[in-house]
């Protein structure tokens, strides 16, 4: 009877054995649905989640892994994957010390390196390269000025009109001025090329259109003995008047544009000028002659002078118009 059993049971084992299918993939799901083609485990919930292997950073080291190996660190709250004889750490779509905020992510301690493996304490962010530069967002100044509540010290690159750097000050877009010299010495029309403009001669300085070069400066020095006339375009004015006049050596100023028409940010308005005065009583023709001006002049008003009196006892007079009359100082010698 025992012997009957035991044969029993062995057929019914073979027969399990040849009739049972062979699964390749395995579903866990509460519909019965079969296993997705491209997976061995196919889970299907809409309750419930996998749970990786979770112990501590020691548990973890313990471990003999292989690539891919994926568990889940009580002390440092994250997961991490095994790959290639290190453990590397999975942060929500960051990693390491980033944290992830909505679509955002951020690291508000110590600082970032990009290219160095040991940026500078004093640096937030550390880029060093020989071989590559630091591209900033390109964008045309309709694009620029279409930007809202920008923060001050944004900087963009301007790729269309006046091309190059603009950073937001805090009320309005301010050009970064390069620095390119240009030595002139007949009449020129300005143009993006220009920056700092040296002068030799007499004749015009012709300004573009302060219409179509908003935020645009310009410096421009006479250093010869001529008389430069900075003359703007069309009706446009400089700080209200149809030119400015550069009259003597030395004598500089710093224009810009606010898209309407120019302004004076800066102006040498000291000149210097010699000639045969009466000791301690210049007349106000001695001093026309000696400026080669007049007080009510457009290019004088305004102006100052040092002149020094050639003949007699060569005193210098500090003299000024107030666009109707000449005043002048004695300037007194120091011993």
Request: with cysteine; proline share 4%; charged share 15%.
């Amino acid at each position: 009877m025992k012997r009957n059993s035991f044969y029993t049971a062995a057929i019914i084992f073979v027969l399990l054995v040849i009739t049972a299918p062979v699964k390749s993939q395995v579903a866990i799901n509460t519909d019965g649905a079969a296993p997705n083609s491209s997976a061995m485990l196919d889970v299907v919930s809409s309750d419930k989640g996998i749970l990786i292997p979770r112990m501590t950073n020691v548990e973890i080291g313990g471990i003999t892994p292989t690539n891919g190996l994926l568990v889940y660190s009580t002390d440092d709250n994250t997961f991490y994957y095994y790959n290639n004889s290190t453990w590397v750490q999975l942060s929500s779509g960051a990693s390491g010390q980033w944290t992830v905020s909505g679509f955002d992510i951020f690291y508000d301690s110590g600082s970032v390196g990009i290219g160095t493996s040991a940026p500078d304490g004093q640096a937030i962010l550390d880029i060093s390269s020989t071989t590559k530069g630091l591209l900033i967002p390109r964008m045309t100044s309709s694009e620029r000025t279409s930007m809202m509540d920008m923060p001050q010290g944004l900087i963009v690159y301007q790729t269309d009109g006046i091309t190059g750097l603009y950073f937001y000050q805090g009320t309005r877009w301010r050009y970064l001025q390069r620095s390119s010299f240009a030595t002139l010495s007949g009449n020129t029309t300005l143009s993006d090329s220009h920056d700092i403009v040296l002068c030799n001669g007499t004749f015009t300085v012709a300004l573009p259109a302060a219409s179509s070069h908003s935020g645009r400066i310009y410096f421009v020095k006479n250093i010869g003995t001529g008389t430069i006339t900075i003359d703007p375009s069309g009706l446009e004015l400089i700080d209200g008047q149809s030119a400015n006049y550069l009259l003597s050596p030395k004598r500089s100023v710093q224009i810009i544009s606010n898209g309407t028409a120019w302004f004076i940010l800066s102006e040498k308005s000291t000149q210097y000028a010699s000639g045969a005065l009466t000791d301690g009583a210049p007349t106000a023709a001695q001093l026309n002659t000696v400026t080669g001006s007049n007080p009510s002049n457009s290019r004088t008003s305004g102006t100052s002078y040092i002149v020094k009196d050639s003949d007699g006892t060569a005193l210098l007079y500090l003299v000024e118009s107030d666009g109707t009359s000449w005043y002048y100082t004695t300037m007194t010698k120091a011993l």
